[in-house]
């Protein structure tokens, strides 16, 4: 939904008019949220990737082709099969002779030599990569891609809807805890895939003792991931059984699309969250945040755009890393003012991005056979 609304803007300065194909993953019984008259959403599974299939029909149906890699999936950190999904859609493009960009993403970690060769060669052959954060750019760079520009994330842009109806009025301090399912769970394989130094359970529960006890909280848990068919990405059946044990802790409803989850985390005093959107969501909004990193994608944005408050799960304690929100809870002013710089730097990055797809449409436009097409 961000990128469609900075390619929607880029269209109209290139003098285009332009209708969209959303690609993406389609999990079992959840909405598809995007909708507009201009827009046509195709739901992948497995055997759309299948030669001839669903993805490379859709690929040239199209003149340009944007991946944004799921924001952080061009990776090999999540397994291979994610990873090759991930190639094979770009690999599908160049065969199709589309030129390719990639949105603003985290690039890599590649840790095997066969997929840092794979990665390199197909952004070799892309219109242009863009990193999100100083830390991609650089690992990129020293992979030796040249067609390379740092940006920020899109979800920047993400526009807000008023929070949802039942969000009570309240004389307390709002807090917000996005409690992410993957980690809590250990990841896909429940035997701590990403190689937590923190008791990630533990720390959550603590934190729940600690604040219900605080008659000027309000806690709300803030699910960001909602599928019906993996208990382990569930962030909100993991919340409703952590407000059963903890009385007096709200839950947020399972927000429709994503502009109703940055509404309600914008209506929040305080927020500290595991699943990186939701973290943007709550900066984007000038909420203060404590990001619980998982991976390094955390450290490499935010600390590109100056905010310094992450938290790393993978080298801190679990005592540690509880004393630290806490005391990013009570530096919340201070953090407040810090979350508005970061949003008007990212505003900034992503200016260049948006410029780059101007001056790109406006060259698909011209090679056109139907130039209103």
Not at 90 to 98: F, H, P, Q, S
Not at 220 to 240: F, G, I, K, M, S
Not at 283 to 294: K, Q
């Amino acid at each position: 939904m961000s990128n469609l609304a900075i390619l929607r803007e880029a269209a109209e300065s290139a003098g285009v008019s332009a209708r969209f194909l959303v690609l993406g993953w389609l999990d079992a019984g959840s909405p598809i949220y995007v909708e507009a008259e201009d827009v046509e959403v195709v739901g992948l599974t497995g055997s759309a990737f299948r030669p001839q299939g669903a993805l490379q029909r859709a690929i040239r149906s199209c003149d340009l082709v944007l991946d944004i890699g799921g924001g952080d999936s061009f990776a090999d950190i999540y397994g291979w099969k994610r990873f090759a999904y991930f190639c094979l859609s770009k690999a599908y493009v160049l065969t199709a002779r589309r030129p390719l960009v990639l949105c603003p993403q985290t690039i890599g970690p590649f840790e095997k030599p066969v997929n840092r060769f794979a990665a390199r060669y197909l952004m070799a052959r892309a219109r242009m990569t863009f990193a999100r954060d100083d830390l991609s750019f650089t690992y990129a760079k020293d992979l030796g891609v040249e067609r390379l520009a740092e940006a920020s994330d899109v979800a920047f842009r993400l526009p807000a809807t008023p929070p949802l109806p039942g969000l009570p009025k309240s004389d307390k301090i709002r807090v917000g805890l996005n409690v992410s399912a993957l980690l809590y769970y250990g990841g896909y394989n429940r035997s701590n895939m990403f190689g937590l130094t923190v008791n990630f359970e533990e720390l959550i529960r603590s934190l729940l003792i600690e604040w219900s006890g605080r008659d000027e909280l309000e806690i709300h848990l803030v699910p960001h991931v909602l599928p019906n068919d993996t208990e382990v990405e569930d962030d909100y059946a993991l919340c409703r059984k952590l407000a059963a044990a903890h009385p007096g802790v709200i839950v947020a409803p399972g927000f429709p699309h994503p502009s109703a989850a940055k509404g309600y985390i914008a209506a929040l005093d305080f927020f500290a969250g595991a699943r990186m959107h939701a973290c943007i969501a709550a900066l984007s909004s000038g909420v203060p945040v404590a990001p619980l990193a998982y991976s390094r994608k955390f450290a490499g944005l935010f600390g590109s755009l100056g905010y310094h408050a992450t938290i790393d799960l993978k080298t801190e304690t679990t005592d540690a890393a509880y004393a630290k929100i806490l005391d990013a809870l009570a530096r919340r002013a201070e953090l407040s003012v810090e979350a508005g710089h970061v949003r008007d730097r990212a505003l900034q990055r992503l200016a260049g991005y948006k410029d780059f797809l101007v001056e790109l449409l406006g060259e698909v436009k011209d090679s056109h056979v139907d130039a209103s097409a």
